[in-house]
């Protein structure tokens, strides 16, 4: 006897734009960065498996979760709700906080590429670009422009981060496994290793208020620095 498929419902629906913007394949650019990883591999901080997963997991819990996912948190019930001003004091939140000039160019690349990449799609893209005119960010970060497309998806705010997180997760072990270099057995193993603790960062994200985001990682904006004059490099930071 065949059983008949279920009609998804619209929660579960949420879920396909976000797995469209946790994609690889989202023309954005994050393949070429490597958030300082590669300045750790060249400092021999990071140099086989075992550091290269202890780098990533220290690099979700000290500096995303404690700023960027914070801020998508933050980001998607505002561009729900359209409130501009939060928007803009987001916004302005992340561009202080890029202690780099490199750091600084991927969020305004990528958050670039991102416009770019809703006004590709025409009417599929409208909704976001709509809401990215309406806030007239200048420019808009990264974060914040990733959060105006997750918030067309119908996804809670939960759901949002997670996928932001992981969606970082991937790009990073990808940069590892050609920096350091690991093969693909060993990728996927720093991937299992970070999965379990996506959901503890998301959710120490969303227990912070304002004044408890931060973006205090000396250690990772000085390798950030040391990039930019670094002699060979495969990624952009």
Same mark, same amino acid.
Request: charged content about 15%; aromatic content about 8%; glycine content about 6%.
């Given at each position: ?171 990073? @072990?990808? *940069? %590892? #496994? ?7 057995? !060993?990728?996927?193993?720093? $991937? /299992?290793? =970070? ?6 960062? @998301?959710? *120490? %994200? #969303? ?7 931060? !973006?205090?990682?000396?250690? $990772? /904006?000085? =390798? ?14």
């Amino acid at each position: 006897m065949i059983t008949p498929m279920t009609t998804p419902t619209v929660a579960d629906a949420g879920w396909l734009p976000l797995l469209w913007l946790a994609s690889p394949a989202l023309p954005v650019g994050g393949f070429s960065y490597s958030e300082g990883l590669e300045a750790a591999v060249d400092a021999g901080l990071v140099h086989d498996e075992g550091s290269a997963a202890d780098w990533l997991v220290d690099q979700l819990h000290l500096v995303l979760a404690r700023g960027e996912l914070a801020v998508v948190a933050q980001a998607v019930p505002a561009w729900c709700a359209d409130d501009h001003a939060r928007l803009r004091a987001l916004n302005d939140w992340v561009w202080q906080t890029r202690e780099t000039h490199e750091l600084r160019l991927q969020c305004e690349q990528m958050g670039h590429s991102l416009q770019a990449w809703a006004r590709s799609l025409g009417p599929a893209g409208a909704a976001v670009q709509a809401r990215l005119d309406g806030a007239a960010l200048q420019p808009p970060s990264w974060p914040l422009a990733w959060a105006a497309a997750a918030a067309t998806s119908e996804a809670d705010p939960t759901r949002c981060t997670a996928t932001y997180a992981f969606a970082w997760a991937e790009n990073l @072990v990808q *940069a %590892a #496994l050609k920096a350091v270099p690991l093969g693909q057995g !060993a990728g996927q193993r720093t $991937l /299992a290793r =970070l999965l379990p603790e996506i959901p503890l960062a @998301v959710s *120490a %994200a #969303l227990a912070l208020a304002d004044d408890e985001r931060q !973006a205090f990682a000396p250690g $990772l /904006a000085i =390798l950030s620095a040391r990039h930019e004059t670094q002699y060979s490099r495969l990624f952009r930071s």
